[in-house]
């Protein structure tokens, strides 16, 4: 299911049913998965096609901290800290370079890094997408 709360999409359980995009006449929106867009008719691209080397554990010079939390060495803990699979899909079919991610652990705190091979790539990255959109 899907809400929409003030123009702010907000995810639950079963959005692994819908896929989304940014549309062109409505702006972000959720599609059930194998049905085109309502408004512009767009249809879901492959998303079992993902690029070689690029992913989890490629380090690239242009990092981008998703999300940091504290970490006390749990596994509830470790489970807090993560990155959608929308931003990664997003990332993997816009994105020039290569690009990959990784999880560090800094003192006390968990990080989620999305690396990317090119400046230009980390820029739009960094202006387009933020981890509240996505909350």
Not at 56 to 63: D, G, K, Q, W
Request: aromatic share 14%; with cysteine; charged share 30%.
């Amino acid at each position: 299911m899907v809400a929409i709360l003030n123009s702010k999409m907000i995810h639950t359980k079963d959005t692994h049913e819908f896929w989304d995009h940014n549309c062109k006449d409505s702006g972000p929106t959720l599609t059930k998965r194998g049905e085109p867009c309502n408004w512009c008719d767009e249809e879901e691209e492959s998303q079992d096609v993902w690029r070689e080397d690029c992913g989890y554990n490629h380090y690239f010079p242009h990092e981008f901290i998703w999300e940091s939390k504290y970490y006390d060495g749990s596994d509830e803990r470790w489970r807090e800290v993560g990155i959608p699979h929308s931003v990664l899909t997003r990332i993997n079919s816009t994105s020039e370079g290569k690009y990959g991610w990784h999880f560090n652990i800094i003192r006390d705190q968990k990080v989620a890094v999305i690396s990317f091979e090119k400046e230009d790539d980390a820029l739009w990255f960094s202006l387009t997408e933020n981890k509240e959109k996505h909350t």
